[in-house]
């Protein structure tokens, strides 16, 4: 039977899957398989089921050897993977996209509400005995309803946003380097400039890879020329921002608040500045995070690996 590391503890059903075909080393917990760990265990086998936790370069698929067939990740996005080093190598690679796009979406359209409507403040004030009196302009936001929505990337997840933003009465409008005219009118989402994205819109939601054109997209000019009471929301990847840029323009009223799912590091020190701030609202990277979807994602992932080790198409292959 073909070897195959999986190297985090993942919904059981995929485990299943793969045994029935695979001879497994599976790292059955939920911390994060020691790199050293993994560059021993990686030696002599035919696939990898791994998570965003691990990257995949040259060091790794060395270790593995030149029998590997597939890396498989449990994640739409792949920047921890050098697909370029798998493609010279012959070795196939798989992601999950599509399972988990609506699921994004939802918790995109609810980091735009808690921020706009101050939930974490509101929560806090409760929990902390400030909730003294019904008072007219106590934790007042802003509005979602009639505001502009800027997408930057109308790709599934955008263009799911837009879609869900559709029963909010809001103007939508996207920047996307790769325009999508169809989908865009099909959405109603009017095509804008870069420039145009940051300064006419209220709220801005990124749905863009993290690659090295859009590495610090974010940046303290990007803040500088949005509005003052924009607010920016961030559920693909922290590298798109520039976090300094991004706490001087929460600091100094540059941008009303923040609502991210995902920042550099990750996990996030408690003790980071960001942290502190009221106006900037932080999830633990849990945009996909609903039981059925990460299932779905677990599974994709594990038929990616059986596809690879027989030499198949995978279902969702990640191409260069
Ligand atoms: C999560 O961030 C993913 O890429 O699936």
């Known amino acids: 039977m073909p070897k195959v590391v999986v190297t985090r503890r993942v919904p059981e059903e995929a485990i299943q899957r793969l045994q029935e075909s695979c ?126 929505v800027g997408i930057m990337g109308l790709g599934r997840i955008g263009a799911a946003v837009a879609r869900m933003l559709s029963g909010f009465d809001c103007k939508l409008i996207y920047f996307d380097p790769y325009p999508n005219p169809k989908l865009a009118e099909s959405l109603g989402v009017e095509y804008v400039s870069w420039e145009d994205l940051l300064s006419r819109s209220d709220f801005i939601t990124t749905h863009t890879p993290l690659t090295n054109e859009t590495r610090h997209l974010f940046n303290a000019d990007a803040f500088r020329r949005m509005k003052k009471t924009a607010i920016f929301i961030n559920t693909s990847r922290g590298g798109i921002v520039d976090q300094d840029a991004l706490y001087n323009a929460l600091v100094n009223g540059e941008i009303l608040a923040a609502g991210l799912d995902v920042t550099t590091p990750e996990p996030l020190p408690a003790d980071n500045p960001l942290v502190s701030l009221k106006n900037c609202v932080i999830l633990p990277h849990i945009a996909s995070a609903s039981v059925a979807t990460r299932r779905k994602m677990a599974v994709l992932a594990a038929e990616n690996v059986l596809a690879g080790l027989a030499g198949a198409p995978l279902p969702s292959a990640v191409k260069l």
């Open 23 to 148: 001879d497994l080393q599976y790292w059955d917990s939920e911390d994060a398989i020691p790199r050293q760990t993994l560059l021993e265990w990686v030696k002599g086998c035919d696939g990898i089921y791994l998570l965003l936790t691990e990257k995949v370069n040259d060091e790794l698929l060395n270790a593995a050897g030149p029998q590997l067939k597939v890396v498989s990740t449990m994640s739409v996005g792949y920047d921890h993977i050098d697909v370029a080093a798998c493609v010279r190598r012959n070795i196939a690679v798989g992601h999950t996209p599509d399972v988990l796009t609506k699921t994004t979406a939802e918790l995109t359209v609810a980091l735009l509400l808690a921020t706009a409507r101050r939930l974490s403040e509101g929560i806090d004030a409760v929990r902390n005995g400030e909730w003294s009196t019904w008072q007219p302009m106590w934790l007042t936001g802003q509005d979602l309803h009639e505001s502009t």
